[in-house]
């Protein structure tokens, strides 16, 4: 059985037992975590696809740990001006193991 889910405005596909990085969540390590937004369940051959969302059908977690991703290097340069900028970027992820999928 596995679940789309949508989350910081990405999708992800999940099944029980997973670890997921997904966008920064407010919680401590350990934390339950549910996620309501599921777009589509897949149970076999049994499929439900939400419009957008199945409603009452529910995905919890439990995260497993904050961090922050490898940097993003950014470079922008312009020929012939003697201009070049150098920057870089780590974002921060929270990551979950999925415990349950309900269809609800």
């Not at 949508?6 to 975590?33: C, H, P």
């Not at 992820?93 to 999928?101: M, Y």
């Amino acid at each position: 059985m596995y679940a789309i889910v949508r989350t910081g405005g990405k999708q992800y596909k999940v099944a029980e037992g997973d670890f997921v990085q997904i966008e920064k969540l407010n919680a401590e390590e350990g934390d339950s975590v549910e996620l309501d937004q599921v777009l589509m369940l897949a149970d076999g051959e049994d499929v439900a696809i939400g419009s957008p969302v199945i409603e009452g059908a529910r995905v919890s977690a439990v995260v497993s740990r904050q961090g922050r991703a490898k940097k993003v290097h950014i470079i922008k340069f312009r020929r012939r001006k003697h201009s070049r900028s150098r920057m870089g970027h780590r974002q921060y992820f929270t990551e979950i193991k999925i415990t349950g999928i309900s269809k609800g």
